[in-house]
């Protein structure tokens, strides 16, 4: 048995509380303490050797500072890296294989970024030895007998080259400057930059300068320069944030197509639909977050897909997760009544300089979730802020019904200082301390760690978190809520779509969700209303549609078909002109065929 203890540091107050944890360790007796403040430090250190794993700190703790794990000792043999002592501590590595695209899959905070900035050789792995970190030959030889060996033999040699794509995207304007197509041709080592450039619909923006691009187009941007480069490891993590449905295929179908040049591709990814259709295999990483990460042996795609699903891994008999993830095969039944329409327009109209947005009349009900989808740019954003009362129609008006309205944006910023338990507070009043508050938003949104954690040092799924719980927090009758999903993990995803729903069933509320992941609104939608257009010109907002008929409206434009796994149920990309996808589009069902539930 081997202990991971970890204090976090930012949460840790010893000045507060009077350093509790020390006081109550029944290990203090010991010659040398198990916890106690070292020479030149303010915080306690906890000592792993020395620790019980008794769990007193952990009750004892007012700020829920501490976490102390219990592993089996054999993985301890495959520690790959530590950041330090008491902190993050990272099993084994995912193996890039020639020919190969393997998915990472795992919460976040799970190491997936860590693992691939070692195979990138932007951190040297210490194999655990923070305090005297192993040289090259010892971590080739610790790695002997595997494809890692290799591997690092030709990092240490400067014989390999690795291209990663990093995932925050937003912080490229501040360490690239310059016109997209001058930046294109810099790094132009393929001689693919046209080619890409046109996949990826660049070519429009090629004039325009970094710092005026959103993070749709830098997105695009980072993984053309990544796959323009000469280099036999390609990384690519999260790559499909910021983009729509249409775009993250077509940027799968350009990564795919390293494949044919024999390079090893690994991509980290939190969209399963499009990681399903992007990988050839799937390495799942469980542990807890922020504490301690395994990669597991790779599996095929759906294999792992489902594995990650299921929350069980059976070569390594581990249960990561109590319960099972499932998706509704059949679109949910009706349960509001027909006869209670909580909102109404006439046909609306939006015009701005250069973009004019149509919505055709329209009949809203109550208790129900309307789902939005539609290409970036093209109006879904600017509809929610119609029904928001935050920008006026040119023609046409909500009815005159006075309802609450509780808005979450898509983009989220804050320079405030207030604790997320304050704002939260502010808003439920007494609610707060109730056990239905606790049970319905706190721990689903996983924020009991955040509580006492001011607003503007949060991280952004932290934050997108926070946004969602402030939005649903608020007793209302119609949610607005713009792509919650941005920043947030596959698990993170599916709990925010239950908490909605939940909220909107419990009030009798409606709500109206802009989202780009066709897992998450196939799991939280009961109508689809589908945009199209031209984007950046013009938008048409459809009038909701059931769930199945919605999806075969939106995925006929997308030109994209879906079929179902058969024991989770959730929705699966078929590849282009697969069987599958040439007789689901010959008669018309893009969702997916509800005869055979393939």
């Not at 944890?21 to 030149?40: H, L, Q, T, Y």
């Not at 040049?261 to 807890?288: F, N």
């Not at 007793?475 to 908490?499: C, F, G, W």
């Not at 209303?529 to 006929?556: C, I, Q, T, W």
Request: hydrophobic share 35%.
């Amino acid at each position: 048995m081997v202990r991971i203890a970890i204090l976090e540091r930012d949460r840790c107050r010893p000045d507060d509380c009077g350093v509790i944890c020390i006081k109550f360790c029944p290990m203090v007796r010991s010659r040398i303490d198990a916890i106690k403040i070292e020479k030149g430090e303010k915080k306690p250190t906890i000592f792993e050797a020395l620790c019980s794993g008794c769990g007193i700190c952990i009750r004892k703790c007012p700020f829920k500072a501490i976490s102390i794990i219990n592993l089996s000792s054999e993985l301890e043999h495959d520690c790959s890296h530590r950041f330090g002592k008491n902190m993050f501590k990272l099993y084994r590595l995912p193996i890039p294989q020639p020919g190969i695209v393997l998915g990472l899959i795992g919460k976040n905070g799970i190491g997936k970024s860590t693992a691939l900035k070692i195979l990138a050789g932007e951190i040297k792995p210490n194999l655990g030895e923070f305090s005297d970190p192993p040289d090259w030959l010892n971590i080739i030889k610790f790695y002997r007998g595997s494809v890692l060996q290799e591997f690092f033999k030709k990092i240490k040699e400067s014989k390999l080259k690795v291209v990663h794509k990093p995932q925050y995207v937003d912080r490229i304007p501040k360490i690239v400057s310059g016109k997209v197509g001058d930046i294109l041709d810099r790094v132009d080592e393929r001689g693919k930059a046209d080619e890409i450039s046109q996949k990826l619909q660049l070519e429009v923006i090629k004039n325009r300068q970094v710092e005026n691009l959103s993070g749709g187009e830098l997105q695009r941007l980072a993984i053309a320069t990544a796959i323009c480069r000469e280099a036999e490891v390609y990384l690519f993590d999260e790559p499909s944030s910021y983009l729509d449905v249409q775009q993250r295929i077509a940027v799968a179908k350009v990564i795919r197509s390293l494949k044919e040049s024999k390079k090893s591709i690994i991509v980290a990814e939190h969209d399963l639909t499009i990681l399903d259709y992007l990988s050839d295999q799937v390495s799942v990483l469980y542990g807890e977050p922020a504490i301690y990460g395994v990669v597991c042996h790779p599996q095929g795609v759906r294999a792992g897909i489902n594995v990650y699903l299921n929350g069980y891994i059976p070569d390594e008999n581990v249960r990561f997760r109590k319960n099972i993830i499932r998706f509704h095969i059949k679109p949910p039944t009706i349960s509001w009544n027909v006869d209670e329409i909580i909102l109404s327009w006439k046909q609306m109209k939006k015009t701005y300089q250069d973009f004019t947005l149509e919505a055709e009349e329209c009949q809203i009900h109550k208790g129900e979730v309307i789902g939005i989808v539609g290409p970036n740019g093209i109006g879904k954003t600017t509809f929610i802020k119609l029904l928001a009362g935050l920008e006026n129609p040119d023609k046409g008006n909500k009815n005159s019904l006075k309802m609450s309205i509780s808005y979450k944006p898509q983009y989220i910023t804050t320079d405030k200082d207030d604790t997320v338990e304050s704002i939260l507070r502010n808003i439920v009043k007494d609610q707060f301390d109730s056990s239905q508050f606790k049970s319905e938003m706190i721990q689903p949104l996983s924020l009991e760690k955040l509580l006492d954690r001011t607003i503007n040092k949060l991280s952004g799924g932290e934050l997108q978190r926070v946004a969602i719980a402030t939005c649903l927090s608020k007793k209302a009758e119609l949610y607005l809520i713009d792509e919650p999903s941005a920043y947030l993990d596959v698990e993170e995803r599916l709990a925010v779509a239950r908490t909605i729903r939940r909220n909107v069933e419990n009030y009798r509320a409606t709500a109206f969700v802009a989202e780009h992941d066709i897992a998450a609104q196939d799991f939280i939608a009961d109508r689809i209303m589908v945009f199209d257009g031209e984007p950046g010109l013009h938008g048409y907002a459809h009038s909701p549609e059931n769930l199945r008929d919605g999806m075969n409206s939106f995925l006929k434009i997308m030109r994209i078909t879906f079929r179902r796994d058969q024991n989770t149920g959730r929705p699966r990309v078929n590849k282009e002109d697969s069987r599958l996808d040439r007789y689901q589009k010959n008669i018309g069902e893009y969702y997916y065929i509800p005869e055979t539930n393939n």
